[in-house]
């Protein structure tokens, strides 16, 4: 890569932001795109979110993503929030455009985006889903079910108040919140097309053990956000039932690889980048 007095600078901030793989990725999109763009990972500790969101224009940044801590303090520091961001409650990617500031999120759009290249001729559109975790991560999953349309959406949640708080504001009719027992659990999977994880359980190898995918349809597909790493237990448990399954690295580059678009208006391949991070993860 090499940088010019021309190139368009891009970035994210974060605390921690040292690990982060967007800057990697978007070095990819550059380099697929032939765009002339650089991504910067900036150190943003709490508390500086808004003197460095309101350098953006003074310094020609033509945007940002947001990352933790700082995607829900962002929404009051921008000019304008698209409807994406302002029904997730969380702003991922900030657009500079001509010194007014755009907030957006892009994790629902990359999840479906993922979500229909990963399962392309499945039901899953047209029966319920099981979405387990009421989080932040599970509110982008549900904004972008409900644009699919489906008959119902499942929250389930360790906290039970947290899902019926969450299927009230975001899913009424089609909703229904539940705990994680198991009876509970049982009865919501008979008739599922798609159940989605978006809790931590998982990235230290926790199982939760009260869901039985025995009792899902044959033809179910889960999707773990999750990806790293690569295959959960939960991921390995629908494999072993025989189930199409998929993990959260596609949704990373997708999310990404919108932000990308709305900055620079161009559309970089997602594949090539999803197998290069899989294959740096592994060595
Ligand atoms: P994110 O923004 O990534 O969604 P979050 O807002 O902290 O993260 O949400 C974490 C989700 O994982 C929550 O749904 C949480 O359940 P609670 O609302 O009951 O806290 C869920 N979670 C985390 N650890 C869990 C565990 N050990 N068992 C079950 N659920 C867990």
Not at 13 to 40: C, I, K, R, W
Not at 79 to 101: F, K, Y
Not at 184 to 195: K, M, N, P, W, Y
Request: glycine share 8%; with cysteine.
């Amino acid at each position: 890569m090499v940088i010019r007095g021309t190139s368009q600078v891009l970035g994210v901030f974060g605390d921690p932001v040292a690990h982060s793989l967007s800057p990697a990725m978007h070095a990819q999109f550059a380099e697929t795109t032939g765009a002339n763009t650089v991504y910067v990972p900036f150190h943003v500790r709490e508390g500086h979110l808004k003197t460095a969101l309101s350098a953006l224009p003074s310094l020609g940044i033509r945007g940002v993503n947001v990352t933790v801590p700082h995607k829900e303090a962002a929404l009051d520091l921008v000019n304008t929030l698209e409807p994406a961001a302002r029904a997730i409650g969380a702003v991922n990617t900030v657009t500079n455009d001509r010194d007014q500031l755009v907030g957006d999120n892009t994790d629902a759009r990359g999840f479906l985006a993922d979500l229909w290249a990963s399962f392309p001729d499945q039901t899953w559109p047209q029966r319920p889903a099981l979405v387990l975790g009421s989080g932040g991560a599970a509110r982008a999953v549900i904004y972008a079910l409900r644009q699919e349309g489906l008959p119902a959406i499942r929250v389930a949640n360790r906290t039970q108040a947290k899902a019926r708080a969450l299927v009230g504001e975001m899913c009424p009719p089609m909703g229904e919140s539940l705990d994680l027992s198991p009876s509970r659990l049982d009865t919501a999977l008979a008739d599922v097309g798609l159940i989605v994880n978006t809790t931590s359980l998982g990235m230290r190898g926790e199982t939760l053990e009260a869901l039985d995918l025995g009792r899902a349809p044959a033809d179910a597909v889960v999707y773990d956000l999750i990806y790293n790493p690569a295959e959960t237990p939960l991921l390995a448990a629908a494999r072993a039932r025989g189930l199409a399954t998929a993990n959260g690295l596609g949704m990373l580059v997708c999310q990404g690889a919108i932000s990308y678009e709305i900055w620079t208006g161009l559309q970089p391949a997602v594949e090539p980048v999803i197998h290069a991070l899989e294959k740096a993860k592994q060595t």
